[in-house]
Structures are given as C-alpha cells and as structure tokens.
C-alpha cells in the first residue's frame, strides 16, 4: 500500500505530458471555433440585408470579400505578434547591458 499511495503523490506534482498535449490542442480548437464564430458573425452583419434563401451575387461576393479581409487581418497581427516575440529577448538583453 505504501508504494501506490507514494506513486500517487508523486503523479500530483507531474503533468502527464499526453494530456498536457491534448489540452493543448483543444484549446487550440476552441480558439479556432470562436474565431470562425466571430467571423461569421461580423461579416453576416455586414453582408445580408434581409434573409433570404439563397444568397444573390453581391451578398455572396460580399460575404467571400469579408472573410478574406478577416483572414488576411487576422494573418497580419499572427505575424506581427510573432516578430514581437521573436525581437523581445533581444530587446531586454540590450537593456540589462
């Protein structure tokens, strides 16, 4: 009994780096959903007027112009945001010199 209740208190203090990996990933599908979410949202607002059911060729070159632009937006602050990263440990070593 000694060693199970030892091995236990010893996986508390371990991520098991499996789950910490799904977790990861799911987050990372959550994030994905609500920016899709988002997206759809802002240019449904954006593009139709009135529901219809189907959608005409402004609505529809509308809606693919949006998600585009959405895309692109997106795109362009991922890399900044990257290049941010990427400077920032430069930046702070020049500062402690």
Partial sequence: ???????????LGSVDPQLQHFTEV???KQRF?????QMMELCWEK???KPEPKLDSRAEACF???I????DTSQ?????LEQTQKSKPV???????
């Fill in 1 to 11: 009994m000694e060693s199970s209740s030892s091995s236990s208190a010893a996986g």
């Fill in 26 to 28: 799911e987050t990372q």
């Fill in 33 to 37: 959903q609500q920016l899709v979410h």
């Fill in 47 to 49: 593009c139709m007027d």
């Fill in 64 to 66: 693919v112009n949006c």
């Fill in 68 to 71: 585009e632009r959405f895309i």
């Fill in 76 to 80: 362009c602050i991922l890399n900044r």
């Fill in 91 to 97: 930046f702070s070593e020049s500062l402690s010199d």
